[in-house]
T-cell receptor
Framework: DARVTQTPRDKVTEMGQEVTMRCQPI?????VFWYRQTMMQGLELLAY????????DSGMPKDRFSAEMPDATLATLKIQPSEPRDSAVYFC??????????????FGSGTRLTVV | GNSVTQMEGPVTLSEEAFLTINCTYT??????LFWYVQYPGEGLQLLLK?????DKGSNKGFEATYRKETTSFHLEKGSVQVSDSAVYFC????????FGAGTRLTVKP
């Protein structure tokens, strides 16, 4: 079965360090989403890309977060500098967008980030 | 804009009880509607979906009917099991994917 692959699975880092999370979308999918999940806020959409171009990053704190797609097989989410409040599970999801609909939408297993 | 509102939890039921988790949506056009389930330590998995009005999605004993007149997509199951304990998310696809806040279900033996 095709999967969305996220790395690392778990990350513990010290406050102030840079963190990079990676996502490999399913081959052929042209839309990639980043979500953050916490107990307090639930599942928040941070940003999403279509055909590697950012379409919406309004959910992402701009001062420390950045999201990119250097190529069609890799999406990255970077936090610099990291803070304890960034501790959460970060999910990537991908799908194939065509004529206003999203097909094959699939979640990765997430990266559990702990900032101490 | 597009948004989803679902019943807040947590919901605690005894095994074999009837389950309803309410979900309503706001969207322009003709969105597709989904229910996702998240088990502990895992990502979200598609449970069922409906792509047009009056469609009924069903899977593993769960059902939800796309009601355009009430903009709703309530999740139901006639007899829950302990293994159904998870967090359930209602979602809407209308160019992007929007999720409700999630409802935690705990089923006790």
């Amino acid at each position: 079965d095709a999967r969305v692959t996220q790395t690392p699975r778990d990350k513990v880092t010290e406050m102030g360090q840079e963190v990079t999370m990676r996502c490999q979308p399913i081959l052929g999918h042209n839309t990639v989403f980043w979500y953050r999940q916490t107990m307090m806020q639930g599942l928040e959409l941070l940003a999403y890309f279509r055909n590697r171009a950012p379409l919406d990053d309004s959910g992402m704190p701009k001062d420390r977060f950045s999201a990119e797609m250097p190529d069609a097989t890799l999406a990255t989410l970077k936090i610099q500098p990291s803070e304890p409040r960034d501790s959460a599970v970060y999910f990537c999801a991908s799908g194939r967008h065509r004529e206003g609909q999203l097909y094959g939408y699939t979640f990765g297993s997430g990266t559990r980030l702990t900032v101490v | 804009g597009n948004s989803v509102t679902q019943m807040e939890g947590p919901v605690t039921l005894s095994e074999e009880a009837f389950l309803t988790i309410n979900c309503t949506y706001t969207a322009t056009g003709y969105p597709s509607l989904f229910w996702y389930v998240q088990y502990p330590g895992e990502g979200l998995q598609l449970l069922l979906k409906a792509t047009k009005a009056d469609d009924k999605g069903s899977n593993k004993g769960f059902e939800a009917t796309y009601r355009k007149e009430t903009t709703s997509f309530h999740l139901e199951k006639g007899s829950v099991q302990v293994s159904d304990s998870a967090v359930y998310f209602c979602a809407l696809n209308n160019n992007d994917m929007r999720f409700g806040a999630g409802t935690r279900l705990t089923v006790k033996p």
